[in-house]
């Protein structure tokens, strides 16, 4: 995943021969890089936050801090929970990609957007949370790609979801009570289940669902998830939701797939559910976001015919964007060229206009904006340059 920029330059120069007739990269959207996904199938806008370099999520306008509380019930044993302000923190690297200081970040620790759980409970039974809900609430089927590090600390869930209501829930949810950064069994192999499923918090907590079911699966990868940052994805589309762990498959879900618009969130949280999160934990657990990115489809009609007017030709060259998969772990920074592990549309000149993302100057401005930048997505496409790692089977 190195030298991913110098890549592109490169073929810019070598293929800056061919024709095209578009006004500006990716002007018809985004697809997936996949035989098995549907042809065809085209997402028309663009999220993307590096939480490394994101300086205070406060004035970030793609993102809202939540605040909000649930209560004690001393009948179900739940502790309650209070999302709060200040268990929501930036800490993104102290020197961008330095060669000399690859990793060091601001606050010490791993760099990214942190989400605590405290372990000290306020007086009325309530665990201090975090969680972050997206600005847009428009989105209705895309590719949705985060990179967590995940707590050591027994007693959280860290999730990232899909929410509008809650029968309309896609959600990806690790309970440190559950994945170890060591093996159960006596080998080396650390075991990690991920719980995929679709309904509702409550359902979980109160057991209504049965691990590898049809709205819930729960497939274990051989990796410790608090060591390194990894790459939870999901890929929602009307028949079908697809999950990988750094760019490898692992479950479908196709039973009542929402369909409803939706934000996306992401939360770290405890309410001490014996089947579920447990907790509260003993010591106070972060979990560390080094990115988000999403390609998706808006429900807003503007949104709608904007895509009409800018997409002239989608048989254009580089008219419709490959998004590249991320095969390994992403790492918090490559000390190449300042060049980051991972790849964003929105770290390149020439991209389409009218995309969401936050530029640090329009804080409060949720409106689209963003002159991000292009890339000839052409090469992407044919892959010829772009070199990633070597997927470790599991
Ligand atoms: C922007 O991209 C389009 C489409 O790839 C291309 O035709 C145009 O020349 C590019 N403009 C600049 C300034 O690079
Ligand atoms: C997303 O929008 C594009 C462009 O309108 C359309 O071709 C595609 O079918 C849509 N995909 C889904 C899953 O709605
Ligand atoms: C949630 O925590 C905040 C910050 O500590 C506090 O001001 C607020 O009163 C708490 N909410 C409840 C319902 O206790
Ligand atoms: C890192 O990048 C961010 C966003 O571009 C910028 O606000 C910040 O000043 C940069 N920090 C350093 C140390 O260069
Ligand atoms: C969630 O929203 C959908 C779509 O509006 C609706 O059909 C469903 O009944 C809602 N579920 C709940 C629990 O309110
Ligand atoms: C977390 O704590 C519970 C309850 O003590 C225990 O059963 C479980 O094995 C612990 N999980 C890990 C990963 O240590
Ligand atoms: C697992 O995590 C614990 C808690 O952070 C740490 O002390 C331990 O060294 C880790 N073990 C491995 C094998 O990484
Ligand atoms: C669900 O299936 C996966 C993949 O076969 C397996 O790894 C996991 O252990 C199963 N989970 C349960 C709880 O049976
Ligand atoms: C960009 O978005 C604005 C506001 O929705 C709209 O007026 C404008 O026509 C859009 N431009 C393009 C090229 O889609
Ligand atoms: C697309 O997938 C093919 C086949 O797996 C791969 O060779 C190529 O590198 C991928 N392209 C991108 C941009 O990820
Ligand atoms: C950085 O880029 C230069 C020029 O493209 C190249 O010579 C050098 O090897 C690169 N450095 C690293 C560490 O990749
Ligand atoms: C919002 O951002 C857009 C694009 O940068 C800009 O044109 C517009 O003036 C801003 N609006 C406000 C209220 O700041």
């Known amino acids: ?53 994101i300086q205070d999520i406060a004035v970030d306008t793609d993102w809202k801090i939540q605040r909000y509380w649930t209560p004690y019930d001393p009948s179900s044993g739940y502790y309650g929970e209070n999302f709060t302000a200040a268990n929501v923190v930036s800490n993104p690297l102290k020197y961008n990609y330095s060669l000399e200081h690859p990793t060091e970040s601001q606050l010490g620790g791993s760099a990214g957007l942190q989400l605590w759980v405290r372990s000290e409970l306020q007086s009325n039974g309530l665990i201090p949370c975090g969680q972050v809900k997206s600005a847009r609430d428009d989105i209705q089927y895309g590719s949705f790609r985060t990179a967590m590090k995940l707590t050591p600390v027994n007693g959280t869930c860290s999730a990232f979801f899909s929410y509008y209501n809650d029968t309309q829930e896609i959600d990806v949810e690790l309970l440190s009570r559950q994945y170890t950064n060591y093996s159960l069994s006596g080998s080396d192999v650390p075991s990690s289940p991920i719980n995929l499923v679709f309904h509702s918090v409550q359902s979980i907590i109160d057991d209504y669902q049965l691990p590898n079911t049809s709205t819930y699966g729960r497939p274990v990868v051989p990796v410790a998830l608090t060591n390194e940052y990894h790459e939870y994805r999901f890929d929602w589309t009307p028949d079908r939701v697809s999950f990988y762990f750094d760019g490898k ?146």
Request: with cysteine; glycine share 8%.
């Open 1 to 53: 995943m190195r030298s991913q920029r110098i890549g592109y330059l490169a073929s810019a120069s070598v293929l800056s021969g061919l024709i095209s007739s578009v006004a500006a990269d990716c002007e018809c959207g985004y697809s997936v890089n996949s035989t098995s996904f549907p042809q065809h199938e085209v997402f028309t806008d663009l999220i993307e936050s590096d939480f490394l370099t």
């Open 249 to 394: 498959w692992l479950w479908d879900l196709i039973t009542d797939v929402p369909s409803w618009r939706t934000a996306i969130l992401f939360s770290h949280w405890s309410n001490g559910a014996a089947g579920w999160t447990q907790g509260p934990p003993t010591e106070d657990a972060v979990m560390t976001i080094s990115y988000f990115k999403a390609y998706f489809n808006s429900s807003d009609p503007q949104r709608m015919s904007d895509y009409e007017t800018r997409c002239k030709d989608p048989s254009a060259a580089n008219s419709i964007c490959i998004i590249p998969d991320q095969k390994v772990a992403p790492g918090a920074a490559a000390p190449q060229n300042g060049s980051a592990s991972t790849f964003f549309f929105s770290q390149h000149s020439n991209m389409t206009s009218n995309q969401t993302l936050y530029t640090g100057e329009n804080s409060g401005n949720s409106s689209s904006c963003a002159k991000v930048a292009g890339i000839p997505l052409w090469a992407v496409g044919v892959g010829v340059f772009l070199v990633f790692g070597q997927w470790i089977g599991f």
